[in-house]
């Protein structure tokens, strides 16, 4: 064990409390990564309100990058000094889901003791196994990724879950095609993901709905081609309007307002996809008209993580970036210290924030 800093969640809803914590060594097929950079992301603050219950004490963050400083046994493919990403995906490697390309949702399921404990020896939960709002993690080597020395870990931290997510669902789970039309509803960070790998992917046109005009218009900086308030009365009609008159091959839904779901399938041309990539809290619903997707052959399809394969997918992710086809730079709106994660929490709920990056000053 050994004694680093972590921001706690005691309470769900109250402020996160940045205090020495005890972390075990990495065991085998662990490695253990010092932190230089960790993203806030939307999921963290639901867990933190208590969105999806789970363990406390908990320390919560799972969007980090670092080196490597220890590797359990079993640990062939990496070493002590090694750049990496740390993401949230677990997977088994072996399970139907891993086997078949799924690893996002793996099926194994984790319920060993974590490597957290508090000061006093009390448990402390590892939440989405990272535990990355802290100076160290200890995490299985299936959940990193190495990457360049020479790319900032500002940047790196996004791709774990905010870019992977939105460039992910589109490329992985649309499975979208040259030419084709999409809307990506929310311009927030995995939605201008979703937005610059429609891009990516070569869409024809690319409607950004989202509730504010200042949100729109960084969605064209990040290749909408429409934008479109979802304020509006009926705001599909807007959609269709700046597609010539038809609804989206794929639209994204990326925030977790139920009103978004009930209202996706409007915006679909016959034979769309709508793909579910928001959080909504637990037990909120929405509803549907089964007959109407039959009807005209649409699909509603959930994408967790956007489908990824970590060691597929992100080193591509970073060659976009280097090759300036990949904006992360813009992605960021604030850095922070640890001690300043409150403050960090409460920027990115005002809606207004991109992303806010925690650097660790070591
Ligand atoms: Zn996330
Ligand atoms: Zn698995």
Partial sequence: ????????????????????????????????V????????????SYAEGAWGGQLPAVYG???AGVISAVGSGVSDFSAGDPVVVTLIRSC????????GKPTICETSYNGEGPLQTSDG?????????????????????????IPHDLGKD????????????????????????????????AGGVGLNAIQ?????????????????????????FGATHGVLATQDQPWRASYKALGGRGADAVLITVGAIPAYEQAPRYLARGGKAIMIGMPHSGAKASYEPVMLAAVGQGLIGSKMGDVVIQRDIPWMIDLYQQGRLKLDELISGRWSLE??????????????????????R
Avoid at 18 to 31: F, H, K, W, Y
Wanted: with cysteine.
């Fill in 1 to 32: 064990m050994q004694t680093i800093k972590a921001a706690v969640c005691h309470e769900f809803g109250a402020p996160l409390v940045v205090e020495e914590v005890q972390l075990a060594a990495p065991d085998m097929g662990e490695v253990e």
């Fill in 34 to 45: 010092t932190l230089d950079a960790v993203a806030i992301c939307h999921s963290d603050i």
């Fill in 62 to 64: 799972h969007e980090a």
């Fill in 93 to 100: 490697g072996t399970c139907p889901s891993c086997a078949g």
């Fill in 122 to 146: 009390k448990p402390l939960e590892q939440a989405m196994a990272c535990g990355a709002f802290a100076e160290k993690v200890v995490v299985d080597q299936r959940q990193i990724v190495k």
């Fill in 155 to 186: 940047v790196a931290s996004l791709i774990s879950c905010g870019v992977i997510t939105g460039v992910g669902a589109v490329v992985n789970a649309a499975q979208l095609r040259p030419g084709q039309d999409v809307v990506v509803i929310g």
């Fill in 197 to 221: 790998g429609a891009r990516i992917a070569g869409a024809r046109r690319i409607v950004a709905v989202d509730m504010s005009e200042d949100k729109l218009a960084i969605a064209k900086e």
């Fill in 340 to 361: 300043q994660i409150n403050e960090a929490i409460a920027d990115t709920k005002t809606g207004s924030a991109k992303r806010n990056v925690i650097l660790f000053n």
